[in-house]
């Protein structure tokens, strides 16, 4: 799996001569990982692959129904027999992937302390970038499949060191459950003492890659289960290649090694490494495996998926299909009771191309039709409650396939019934996501151990801008924390948590989310001055990036109480400018330009003016009886 350059001086060979060695041998002589060790490890994977029987063989008998070939799982039939496959259980299938690559995931680095923010901020830009250079969508559409057809799929998360011309990067790829060994009895892969991958090689290449396997290669030794395939698969000029990972305790602490070998031929061993020696092949100290598992089973890391659950109803379903068939073809081609001594032409009696049938003698009704009784419906019942029940156990109902109730056309009440009706897809994606997150701290830890050269990477920025950042580990690296009182303080490594949301969503639920977006927008959420009332509304929902919404209205609500605070501080200077002049003109003005409404002037003269340009209220008082005596009566 992780192909690495070879370093002779640090691989025994078994078999190397003391007295004529040179000096480097003495090296290999000591080195931990030699012949016995890999031989004492390939017994250990024997009994892992001994313990995993019943696991493989249900996998390969469940990739047989995927495929549409379980009859030959079923019974042994006379290939005239009819056979029909109906596809209820793949389509289930090929539903429940379409639901997954919908929701495809896409990752948010959170920090854990103040002053990792901008390290995360970077990742998230970064981690995208290094998926899609591993063609991650690709490999998590093969693991998805996978994972509903056998109930377990598993990511391989390793460090290629020959990618980018030896400057090495990360490598994300789908691993076969077949190839993969582990301890029994446990149900976390990361609890296993071993793990070991095995993997046909072609015999000429790893002679070329290593030399030291010449006259040491095989037929493969070790013989994983494998899948019929259509193709003949030769495999008499290929060699098994096991890459063996274990965990050990150094120094207080456990670290993970690993071993690549071929037969009793070490390929190369963490453990003969000195730069590895101590501190183990990768420093996060896991199984590079992460398995998104469907149904959990106890007592494995390994599940079962949608073809265990639904193939005995898939089963009956095609037996009914039989019968049904045999019955109308038996009475939809009638056949006759011809006694041996027939004067009747029988060629150009079953020949229905001839417009006459020649007969010997008198015709006579000695050629009888044979009666087939047709099914009665009931039949036709049973094939139909078995592809309900099918449909109900896989969770692969109308609505979430398309179907729609009569009369509903709207998209939110249509993404309101698929969303009602696809929890299980849901619970799937849940689980998807989780290995998702485990890949991504994964790639973050392989990053803070291997990218400490500086790299460069196209990220989209803020407005989706095409930007172009150099990154290394410098940030992210365990950083010394200094002494405090002459103690060594240690070192300190920025740790991260993953928030994973649905990059792609389907079309009804984007139509939906549109809806609520201009039903909120109607009802004024988005004016400022219902800031408050909308953020209480809004609390008491669910919806998704609901956190984004409410900061967008709470800024518009904080941005409005502001300017609201301007104007006023802005009339309160108008109002005095306007009081030292004598006149109202800026505070009207202030008022048209704000949009309000302009005051009444007040009757005794402009509002504002100074005391001792108005009016005394003796003189309008006088003003006020002289013209009520002078009106009119």
């Not at 000695?366 to 309900?388: H, Q």
């Not at 929890?423 to 998807?432: F, G, M, T, V, W």
């Not at 500086?454 to 990154?471: K, L, P, S």
């Not at 400022?528 to 509304?537: H, I, N």
């Amino acid at each position: 799996m992780d192909r690495l350059r070879t370093n002779e001086e640090y691989i025994p060979t078994g078999d190397t001569d003391v007295n004529s060695a040179p000096q480097d041998a003495f090296v290999a002589l000591a080195a931990p990982i030699g012949k016995e060790a890999v031989l004492k490890a390939s017994q250990i994977l024997l009994r892992y692959k001994q313990d995993k029987a019943n696991l493989d063989n249900r996998i390969v008998e469940n990739e047989r129904w995927y495929r549409l070939r379980h009859w030959s799982v079923m019974e042994q039939t006379n290939k005239d027999q009819v056979e029909p496959t109906s596809a209820w259980l793949f389509n289930s299938l090929a539903n429940k992937h379409a639901d997954m690559m919908d929701n495809y995931p896409s990752p948010n680095v959170l920090p854990r302390e103040e002053g990792d923010k901008a390290e995360a901020k970077k990742l998230t830009s970064i981690l995208p970038v290094v998926l899609e250079q591993n063609d991650f969508e690709e490999v998590y559409d093969q693991v998805g499949s996978y994972k509903l057809r056998s109930g377990t799929g598993v990511y391989g998360i390793f460090w290629d060191s020959d990618k980018l011309n030896g400057l090495g990067d990360i490598s994300i790829r789908k691993v076969d459950v077949l190839n993969l060994f582990w301890e029994s009895g446990i149900t976390d892969i990361q609890a296993s003492r071993n793990v070991f991958h095995v993997e046909l090689c072609d015999n000429d290449i790893l002679l070329s890659q290593y030399p030291q396997t010449k006259d040491r290669l095989s037929t493969p030794t070790i013989q994983t289960v494998r899948y019929f395939y259509d193709d003949n698969v030769d495999t008499t000029e290929k060699s098994a290649v096991i890459d063996w990972y274990y965990k050990k305790r150094v120094n207080g602490r456990t670290v993970l090694h690993y071993c690549k070998y071929v037969n009793d031929v070490v390929l190369y061993a963490s453990e003969n490494d000195p730069k590895y020696a101590e501190r183990g092949f990768y420093d996060h100290g896991l199984y590079p495996f992460v398995f998104d598992v469907l149904f959990q089973v106890e007592g494995m890391p390994a599940g079962f998926g949608y073809v265990d659950v639904a193939k005995s109803t898939q089963e009956y379903i095609d037996r009914c299909n039989k019968a049904i068939m045999q019955n109308t073809l038996a009475n939809a081609k009638p056949r006759y009771f011809v006694p041996n001594d027939s004067s009747v032409n029988e060629e150009e009696f079953a020949d229905t191309t001839k417009s006459f049938v020649h007969v010997q003698g008198q015709i006579d009704d000695r050629i009888k039709p044979i009666d087939t009784a047709p099914l009665p419906g009931i039949f036709v019942e049973v094939l139909n409650s078995k592809i309900e029940e099918l449909k109900e156990t896989t969770g692969n109902r109308d609505v979430s396939t398309g179907g729609t109730a009569s009369g509903v056309t709207a998209a939110a009440a249509i993404a309101a019934m698929q969303e009602a009706g696809s929890k299980l897809s849901r619970d799937a994606n849940k689980s998807a996501y989780r290995a998702y997150r485990r890949i991504c701290l994964m790639v973050i830890e392989l990053i803070r151990q291997f990218y400490d050269t500086v790299r460069c990477f196209r990220i989209m920025g803020d407005q989706n801008a095409e930007e172009f950042v150099m990154y290394s580990n410098a940030g992210i690296a365990p950083q010394p924390q200094g002494t405090d009182f002459g103690v060594d303080m240690g070192m300190r490594i920025p740790l991260f948590d993953i928030q994973v949301t649905a990059q792609k969503a389907s079309p009804y639920s984007q139509m939906a989310q549109n809806e609520m977006a201009i039903q909120f927008y109607q009802m004024g959420f988005f004016n400022p001055q219902m800031a408050d009332q909308a953020l209480a509304c809004l609390e008491m929902m669910d919806f998704d990036r609901k956190s984004s919404v409410m900061q967008i209205i709470q800024r518009n609500g904080t941005m409005y109480q502001q300017l609201m605070m301007m104007q006023q501080q802005m009339m309160a200077l108008g109002q005095m400018v306007d009081q030292a002049h004598g006149n109202n003109e800026i505070t009207q003005g202030l008022m048209a330009q704000f949009g309000m409404a302009a005051p009444p002037m007040p009757q005794g003269g402009a509002q504002g003016l100074p005391a001792d340009t108005q009016e005394s209220s003796v003189t309008s008082k006088a003003r006020q009886r002289a013209a009520d005596s002078t009106a009119p009566r």
